[in-house]
């Protein structure tokens, strides 16, 4: 059998897992709620290693998506100033 791509281990990974039962009450802190929602068009293969690293680490992707954009915002945030 040959070498599988990013796209194949992902979906291989999807497969064996089971669904994990969610919790039925969410708490929200009214200062941490977050209320906007984005959407990207990415890459197929690098989206799969993305999502396989930060399951790898133990980390959400929309954890890390955050972190990036903070990182971002800490970054750049001279560029409101003018």
Known sequence: ?????????????EKKQQPKEKKDVVKKISSKTKTKMISA???AEKYAQFHM???KIGVSNNSVINMLINNYIKENIDELED
Not at 1 to 13: A, C, D, R, V, Y
């Open 1 to 13: 059998m040959g070498k599988l791509s990013s796209i194949e281990k992902f979906e291989e990974l």
């Open 53 to 55: 690293i930060n399951r």
């Open 41 to 43: 068009k990415v890459n």
